[in-house]
C-alpha cells in the first residue's frame, strides 16, 4: 500500500492540468508551463479540481512507480501556482556573487573567476553579495542549480567557509590543539 501514491493531489484555481491517453500531462499555472511523460502503466485520472494516480497491479515495478508519480504530479502543479526557492549564504573572506546579464559570477578564492550561466526558466537574484536566491517552477532545474553553485565551494567544517544553504546546520570541529 502506497501512503503517497494513494494521496489525491488538489489543483489550486488558475491550474490548469491536462493529460493524454499515453500518460503525457501538461500542467500550466500563472508562473510556467510544464510537460512530463510519465509511464504508461499507471492510469492518471484529471476530475475537476483533483488528479487520482492509479496502479494496474501490485507487481514490484508498478509499486515503484506509483508514489514517484504522484509526486512529481504534485510538484508540478506546486511549481506553476507558487513555484520553488532555494537560499544559497556565502561565507568567508573575499567570498562574494555577482550577476551580470544571465552569467552568475562568483568569487571563491580560485585564482580564476566562476561563471554560471542560468538555465531557461530559472531566476536568480543577488539582494546582497552574499546572499544566493534562485527561483523557478521546476523543482529538479531549482535543486540541481542550487547544487551545481554549492559545489564550487561546500562548506568545511574548521573555520565554517563556503557556499550553504540558508537553513544548512554545518557541524564544526576542532582544530589542533598545542602541546
Known amino acids: 500500500m502506497s501512503r503517497i501514491g494513494n494521496k489525491v493531489i488538489q ?22 508551463q510544464l510537460e512530463f511523460q510519465f509511464n504508461q502503466n499507471l492510469g492518471i ?3 475537476g479540481s483533483t488528479i487520482t494516480v492509479t496502479r494496474p497491479n ?22 506553476v501556482s507558487v513555484g520553488f526557492k532555494k537560499q544559497l549564504e556565502i561565507r568567508g573572506v573575499g567570498y562574494r556573487a555577482a550577476l551580470q546579464d544571465n552569467v552568475v559570477n562568483l568569487s571563491l578564492g580560485y585564482s580564476h ?18 546572499d544566493v536566491i534562485i527561483e523557478g517552477a521546476d523543482k529538479q532545474a531549482v535543486g540541481e542549480f542550487a547544487a551545481k553553485i554549492r559545489s564550487f565551494r561546500k562548506p568545511e567544517p574548521y573555520l565554517g567557509k563556503g557556499i550553504r544553504y540558508v537553513d544548512e546546520y554545518v557541524p564544526r570541529k576542532a582544530g589542533k590543539t598545542a602541546k
Open 11 to 32: 489543483v489550486p484555481a488558475g491550474v490548469t492540468v491536462t493529460v493524454s491517453p499515453e500518460n503525457y500531462a501538461v500542467v500550466k499555472g500563472p508562473k510556467a
Open 45 to 47: 485520472k484529471v476530475e
Open 58 to 79: 501490485d507487481e514490484i515495478f508498478s509499486r515503484k512507480i506509483h508514489g514517484t508519480t504522484r509526486a512529481l504530479l504534485a510538484n508540478m502543479v506546486t511549481g
Open 113 to 130: 573567476p566562476i561563471d554560471l550561466e542560468i538555465p531557461a526558466g530559472i531566476t536568480v537574484t543577488i539582494p546582497k553579495n552574499t
